[in-house]
């Protein structure tokens, strides 16, 4: 079964604006990746936040979470065209399993 | 070494015949994983190995066998495979047995004909 749902399944901008994408899951977490994906390719991990975190940043890229609503968001900033991918939540399940449960994932268009 | 290997990059078979998929890592990692992943869909687990030990199984078919010779090598042996089964395959490595980052592949693009 799936934890993270993101949302929007699709988003389209114009380079150098901000694009959000936002996930939610159902039960209690020790942490919340974000993975990237180009078409067809392996996953490149991008920022990891702990359930005792709200806030990361990693260059662009800018994630909350609250564990409140269950819910996190990313914010990539001043996108550009090779930003194109899409982009999946991750999830643990507290408790200490090894298995980690991927949204169905947004997919970002960045036009140039 | 910061890659995570995968061979072959495309594989065609037909449901009589036997294959593997092959995944190697140099980074020390102690947990590997096998994901299978639909067009237009988020990847799915599919086996995890701690320690060189089989230690998730998630209820897949026999006819995948998943084998760990070594802490730096993890097969997933392939034996009469339908249609719906072609996808993409990942393979991941994670320092640790836990949910924390894990490094991807590139993937095994599989049709079965």
């Known amino acids: 079964s799936q934890q993270g749902e993101e949302d929007p399944q699709a988003l389209s901008i114009q380079e150098g604006e901000n694009a959000t994408m936002n996930c939610s899951y159902k039960?209690?977490?020790?942490?919340l990746q974000w993975y990237r994906q180009n078409s067809g390719r392996g996953l490149v991990h991008l920022i990891l936040i702990r359930s005792n975190e709200r806030e990361k940043h990693s260059g662009r890229l800018r994630v909350t979470l609250d564990t409140s609503k269950k819910s996190s968001s990313l914010l990539i900033t001043a996108s550009r065209a090779a930003d194109t991918a899409s982009y999946f939540c991750a999830t643990d399940e507290q408790g200490g399993s090894e298995k980690l449960v991927f949204g169905k994932g947004t997919k970002l268009t960045v036009n140039p | 070494d910061t890659e995570v290997t995968q061979t072959p990059k495309h594989l065609v078979m037909g449901m009589t015949n036997k294959k593997s998929l092959k995944c190697e890592q140099h980074m020390g990692h102690r947990a590997m994983y096998w994901y299978k992943q639909k067009a237009k869909k988020p990847p799915e687990l599919m086996f995890v190995y701690s320690y060189e030990k089989l230690s998730i199984n998630e209820s897949v078919p026999s006819r995948f066998s998943p084998e760990c010779p070594n802490s730096s090598l993890l097969n997933l042996h392939l034996h009469a495979l339908q249609p719906e089964d072609s996808a993409l395959y990942l393979c991941?490595?994670?320092?640790?047995?836990?949910?924390?980052?894990?490094?991807f592949g590139p993937g095994t693009r599989l049709t079965v004909l």
């Open positions: 039960t209690s977490i020790n942490n």
């Open positions: 991941a490595s994670s320092y640790d047995p836990s949910t924390d980052t894990q490094y």
